[in-house]
């Protein structure tokens, strides 16, 4: 544990899901906090918020984003952040979390999570945006490497590079995504030990663990089955590195009978603790 | 090329299939494959008995018309499909069923987290002046008129039974869909129901409702179907508050 976390430790979590409402609002489960997607909350009412509002009563919550925008040359929707804060004001997360990417641009919303050039260009304007997120959140930001399909030739840095540079200017928090590290390695051909030798490991607040599909071409990161046997390497060498932060087990497909999950957060929980045996 | 420019020309290859320059084609067959099976996804998520109704294939090619001609503004997914009623209309200006099984999707759906509203109950059903009350909806209630029998489709669909065949149901029946506690709710209306909560939304008293039905009703009938109106409403948690309007 060469990076002892500066911040208190909350454990092991799972991506709360509508097929396991009724499992967590029935019974105990063994987990420290769950991670909720942000937009799916942020109605007006109705059992959504119920469902959330009885949760967290008996969980941490983190929120996690898919919307924010965060690299589009229009800016942040400040609608939008309104009702994040509205939300987060709400809920009282243990953080608030996105993706470094960009969803659309003109009014355009692709509803998916595209690719930027990292040129000084785009992260003086993503540096801007991510200050005014945390104006308007009145919070630090967690952001999160997503899986990527595309490389830009005129990018000056790596997107490793890129999320330290952003930490620096912004204050910013990192997600690390194992499963998106090993898709977009996988994908590019690069070394994802390195790319993480690269971050500032102590602006790391959550960890991510998920599987993908092998698509045509490429490595597809599509949430959708268990956590595979590389990206288990990969986060169990990462665990050495990172100290004490939290994991999270994230499915958003084919989403299977809660224990299944478990088994997973579980699974996360022992190589952790392996980990730590060894270091002590 | 800045960002911006950059960006309008991936947002154009996205929704065209096209390739910016420079670009990895096997890359942006990924992004391209994401954006519109994850917009099919919503739609077919949404329109859940639409889908039943149509068949997959016959569903999946009205939607991709709509992807193709609809790209996406907000934020949340979950606006995705605000036209979809209005292009499954044009798409099918004779099978009103069609349209109308999309309505009752739509609007379900939105009332599912559409804003918190206390409603009264029978016991509160209490006014010196009953000519003069108006009534306030729970913001979820939404009102149709309708030309075929959706709601039987839709409800049969629901119960897993056969659906009846699709016919063309008298003038003037509507069908409402409203969020009661915290679930979503339908119903079919008569005529009679139709006009007055048409009426009673556009802020007519109770006392104007009778004087409506008056029109065609003897006087029994009109207290008949008022009451039952304003009783049917209460019981089932769509109103939310009764105020006193101007004299009649």
Redesign the interface.
Known sequence: MSHPSPTPFHGFGLGLRIPHYTDFLETPQPVDFVEVISENFMVDGGRPLDVLTRVRERYPVALHGVSMNIGSSDGVDRGYLRQLRALADRVEPLWVSDHLCWTGVDGFNSHDLLPLPYTDEVIRLVAANVHAVQDALGRALVLENPSTYLAFPEAGMSEASFLAELCERTGCHLLLDVNNIYVSATNHGFDADDWLERLPLDRVRQVHLAGHSQGRDMLVDTHDSPVPDPVWALYSRFVERLGDVAVMIERDDHIPPLPELLAEVAHARDLADAVRRRAA | ????D???A??AA??SGGLPD???A??????AN??RS??MA?LRDTFEKTVLWLGDDVFDAVAARYVERH????????A?GDLFVQHLEATYPIDDEVAELAWLDWHLRR??????AKAIDVGDLTADDWDRIELEFVPTLRFRLMRSNAVAIWRAIADGVTPPAPVAVEQGIGARVW?QG?SPRFASMTADETACLDLALTGASFGELCEYLARTHDPERTTRIAGGCLGAWTAEGMIRKLSKGAPL
């Open positions: 090329m800045n960002l911006r950059h960006q309008r991936f947002v996205l929704s420079g670009v990895d096997r890359g942006m067959a990924v992004y994401n954006y994850q917009l919503c790209p996406p503004s907000s934020w949340t997914l979950d995705y009332a599912f987290s559409g804003p918190d969020r915290l």
